[in-house]
């Protein structure tokens, strides 16, 4: 029971980031297909922000009116929502629309804010819901979430990202030679070739090189109906999890745990007389000298300062230029450092599990 509990929280996690995360691991072959080409980055990184009109809305809800809103509902429309626009997208990321003297990929950028939008919410609902769940869980969670970018980036490994070979292109002219035998020595495109007549009425073919675009293993369609089955894997974990009948007695358990805490705060009263009152008292004592002190406001300033710059750099700034630091060097290049890059996050979780270190200034 405990290990079936501990797979649907990490399945449950996993649907908080999937969408996006495989949206950015599958940018380098959305890149070479769509109109907008390198600009491509910089418009989903300008829509993926927009979308935090999403938790934006839960705060100021949860804040004035902190009855009308229930986790549950909320995440079962996230996931709802979250599935069938893969499904959707998986069929409609290509079509361009005119728009401004131009072809756009519309259906694209609309698309993808809503896929944004589940995944920002994502971050003010799923929490509220895992408090209802014993704190040891909490960890598996945070282990599902950082799956949400390592299997999309592992599928986009196996897809590839496809080449860019050259091809010796061979043309026959149509036009009417020369009955006169000649020899000419042209250069098109860096390459040499020699245009022999040797026979009236025919004419040498004509060859230059040409760059073909080899497609990558599977298609972007199969990429965004795994990712949907992803999603539709993480919708049935949440139903499942929320049935579960000790979902909703685990946060009492936590109160019990407690209980020492909670007594030795408690004023104390006439009728608390004797050893027992005594043994809180020490207790209590006890735990007012093993609480540590407040952090400081210009520590708490530091910290929040730090991540909002690792938060605008990793989420905003480099993601848009990432087209033009990487493609550069051939979509293979560009493939693996956007899919890296995903990776890096779980695997930076795995490490800070193992060096359980909370001094800001070294971290930093």
């Given amino acids: 029971m405990a290990f079936l509990m501990h797979l649907l929280v990490c399945v449950f996690g996993m649907g908080s980031?999937?969408?996006?995360?495989?949206?950015?691991?599958?940018?380098?072959?959305l890149v070479m297909e769509l109109p907008e080409g390198w600009y491509l980055p910089s418009y989903l990184t300008v829509v993926i922000q927009l979308a935090n009109i999403g938790p934006l809305l839960v705060t100021l809800l949860h804040h004035f009116r902190p009855s009308c809103l229930s986790e549950v509902p909320i995440i079962f429309?996230?996931?709802?929502?979250?599935?069938?626009?893969?499904?959707?997208?998986?069929f409609l990321w290509n079509m361009t629309s005119w728009v401004l003297d131009g072809h756009h990929s519309i259906a694209f950028l609309v698309l993808t804010?809503?896929?944004?939008?589940?995944?920002?919410?994502?971050?003010?609902?799923?929490?509220?819901?895992?408090?209802?769940?014993p704190t040891y869980?909490?960890?598996?969670?945070?282990?599902?979430?950082?799956?949400?970018?390592?299997?999309?980036?592992?599928?986009a490994l196996a897809q590839g990202s496809g080449l860019t070979t050259c091809v010796n292109v061979t043309e026959i002219s149509d036009s009417v030679p020369s009955p006169v035998p000649t020899r000419e020595t042209d250069i098109a495109q860096g390459v040499p070739r020699a245009l022999v007549s040797?026979?009236?009425?025919?004419?040498?073919?004509?060859?230059?090189?040409?760059?073909?675009?080899?497609?990558?293993?599977f298609s972007p369609l199969v990429f965004f109906l795994l990712l949907s089955i992803m999603m539709a894997c993480c919708l049935v974990a949440f139903f499942v999890l929320q049935r579960q009948p000790r979902c909703w007695e685990a946060s009492v358990e936590d109160?019990?745990?407690?209980?020492?805490?909670?007594?030795?705060?408690?004023?104390?009263?006439?009728n608390d007389l004797g050893p027992a009152g005594t043994v809180d008292s020490s207790q209590g004592q006890g735990y007012?000298?093993?609480?540590?002190?407040?952090?400081?406001?210009?520590?708490?300033?530091?910290?929040?300062?730090?991540?909002?710059?690792v938060n605008?750099?990793?989420?905003?700034?480099?993601?848009?230029?990432?087209?033009?630091?990487?493609?550069?060097?051939?979509?293979?290049?560009?493939?693996?450092?956007?899919?890296?890059?995903?990776?890096?996050?779980?695997?930076?979780?795995l490490v800070s599990m193992f060096l359980p270190n909370r001094c800001a200034l070294i971290w930093s």
């Avoid at 480099?318 to 630091?325: G, H, M």
């Fill in 17 to 29: 980031w999937v969408t996006i995360n495989g949206l950015w691991v599958e940018l380098p072959l």
């Fill in 77 to 90: 429309t996230l996931l709802g929502v979250g599935t069938v626009t893969c499904i959707i997208f998986a």
């Fill in 113 to 133: 804010f809503f896929l944004a939008l589940v995944d920002c919410t994502s971050s003010v609902t799923f929490l509220p819901f895992m408090s209802r769940l």
């Fill in 137 to 155: 869980y909490l960890t598996t969670f945070f282990v599902g979430e950082g799956l949400s970018g390592l299997l999309p980036a592992l599928v």
């Fill in 198 to 217: 040797a026979l009236p009425g025919m004419e040498a073919p004509l060859s230059h090189l040409e760059s073909r675009y080899l497609p990558a293993h």
């Fill in 255 to 270: 109160l019990l745990n407690d209980q020492v805490t909670l007594h030795s705060i408690r004023p104390r009263e006439e």
């Fill in 288 to 309: 007012l000298e093993e609480k540590a002190a407040p952090c400081c406001p210009a520590h708490l300033a530091f910290i929040y300062t730090l991540v909002a710059f």
């Fill in 312 to 349: 605008a750099l990793t989420n905003g700034m480099l993601p848009s230029v990432q087209t033009y630091s990487c493609l550069s060097y051939g979509p293979v290049a560009y493939h693996l450092a956007a899919t890296l890059s995903i990776v890096a996050n779980p695997l930076a979780s």
